[in-house]
């Protein structure tokens, strides 16, 4: 496949093995949140899209789907201020939260994600995340990790470079020629 784009360097992850691994977090989550009542899941936008809708399809237990869109990127470099762009319309208060994201590059924005909600006061809050890169972001608390990855720009399964790539079913690794 890799002929077809030859901005790709590898893929990371094919598509069998994040279907494997979606449906194992659903079924912790499933059984980590039965008898519970209901959770919120809180897709954080517009790259956890994928990764949410499979993991939702997948859970055995009631839940309520929402989204945020958050900014921790500047237009031509990373500006650490993280700002939030769309915000969620369910009320979380005193209720089971599960904040789904892509990835933990820094953990700058699942930081203040959670910092944020807190402070909403839902019965519990904890975060789902697809990828993590290695790094300075072990202070963020990731209670369902899909995978690590190495420090490497990827795309596909929501994942994207300049709007790109996000609906391949797999992630791959792109070339830094194609970035830089």
């Known amino acids: 496949m890799t002929g077809l784009y030859p901005e790709f360097e590898r893929i990371l992850l094919d598509e069998a093995s994040i279907q494997q691994r979606v449906a ?3 079924q912790e ?3 980590d949140y039965r008898g519970q009542g209901s959770i919120i899941l809180i897709t954080i936008l517009k790259g956890g899209f994928m990764f949410a809708a499979d993991l939702a399809r997948r859970l055995t237990i ?10 921790s990127y500047g237009s031509k470099s990373i500006s650490g201020a993280v700002r939030i ?10 209720k089971h939260v599960l904040v789904v994201e892509d990835i933990v590059d820094t953990g700058k924005t699942l ?9 909403r006061r839902p019965a519990s809050l904890k975060t789902c995340v697809l990828t993590r ?5 072990r202070h963020v608390t990731v209670d369902y990790l899909g995978f690590e990855i190495p420090d490497v720009w990827v795309v596909g399964y929501g994942l994207d470079y300049a ?4 609906t391949w079913p797999f992630i791959a690794e792109l070339k830094p020629e ?3």
Do not use: Q
């Open 163 to 166: 709007e790109r790539h996000r």
């Open 62 to 71: 009631p839940h309520y789907m929402d989204f945020m869109a958050l900014s």
């Open 85 to 94: 762009l769309l915000d969620m319309r369910l009320d979380i208060y005193n």
């Open 111 to 119: 930081e203040y994600l959670t910092v944020n909600l807190n402070a």
């Open 178 to 180: 194609a970035y830089s």
């Open 29 to 31: 989550i499933s059984a």
């Open 24 to 26: 194992e977090l659903a």
């Open 133 to 137: 890169k290695p790094g300075d972001n």
